[in-house]
C-alpha cells in the first residue's frame, strides 16, 4: 500500500517560481510517503549492512560503524515529489556519492546504471552519470537531526534533479548494472527518468 501522511498550510510564492517545477506547489512540511510498513531496527551493529556489487572489481561490504566513519558531506537542496509537493533549502548529511567511489575498488568500464536495493524488495534505477552529480549524497542526516524512522533511518539515497521517488529509503544494497533495469514504481507506471521540470511522472 502507498502511504501519504501529510499536515499544515501549504505556500506558494510566486517569487519561487524559477526553483519550482511546473505542476508543483511549495510546503514547509515534510510529508511521508512510502511503499510498505516503516522498518524498525533493535541493534544496528549486528541488523544493518550495505552491500555494494555488480559492476565493480571487488564487491564490498560495510557494516554500521564503518559506514558512518567515512567522511562526512552536507548538501542543500530542494526535492520535488511525484505527489506535487515541493520542499526548498532541504539540508542532508551523509556520505558523498562519488566520495564513496573514491574508496571502493574502480568501477568496470561496463558500469553504468545504479540500482538501489532496499527493505522490503523496494528498488530505485538511476543513471551512474546522475550519481556523478556533487550533489549525490547516500544521507543519514536532515535538518541537523538523525533521519527519522519514517524518512528512511538509517540511510536513504539522495538522487539530485529526479522526482523524490528516485532517493530511496531504508538502503540496503547498491548494485552497479551495464545496462538498465526498472526499479519498483518503474514497473507500475512511473516514468524511468523523473525529470520533474519536464513533469515526468508517468510512462507513456
Not at 9 to 32: C, H, I, M, N, S
Not at 78 to 87: E, G, L, Q
Request: aromatic share 14%; proline share 7%.
Amino acid at each position: 500500500m502507498f502511504r501519504s501522511q501529510s499536515s499544515g498550510r501549504d505556500r506558494l510564492d510566486p517569487t519561487l517560481a524559477e526553483r519550482v517545477p511546473p505542476g508543483q506547489y511549495v510546503t514547509e512540511k515534510f510529508p511521508v510517503l512510502h511503499y510498505g510498513d516503516v522498518p524498525r531496527y533493535r541493534d544496528l551493529a549486528t541488523t544493518w549492512d550495505l552491500r555494494i556489487w555488480g559492476e565493480i572489481t571487488a564487491p564490498h561490504r560495510f557494516d554500521f560503524a564503518e559506514f558512518r566513519a567515512l567522511p562526512t558531506t552536507t548538501v542543500v537542496t530542494d526535492i520535488h515529489c511525484v505527489t506535487r509537493w515541493s520542499k526548498l533549502d532541504t539540508r542532508w548529511e551523509g556520505v558523498s556519492f562519488r566520495g564513496l567511489l573514491d574508496i571502493l575498488a574502480p568501477l568496470k568500464p561496463t558500469a553504468q546504471y545504479v540500482l538501489f536495493h532496499c527493505e522490503q524488495g523496494y528498488t530505485a534505477n538511476v543513471p551512474l552519470s546522475v550519481m556523478l552529480d556533487p550533489g549525490a549524497l547516500l544521507a543519514y542526516r536532515f535538518e541537523g537531526a538523525e533521519l527519522t524512522p519514517e524518512h528512511g533511518y538509517p540511510l536513504r539515497s539522495l538522487v539530485p534533479g529526479k522526482y523524490f521517488w528516485k532517493s530511496a529509503k531504508w538502503l540496503r544494497g547498491i548494485e552497479f548494472l551495464s545496462e538498465d533495469r526498472l526499479g519498483f514504481w518503474e514497473r507500475y507506471g512511473y516514468h524511468n527518468d523523473a525529470d520533474p521540470w519536464r513533469e515526468e511522472r508517468y510512462a507513456d
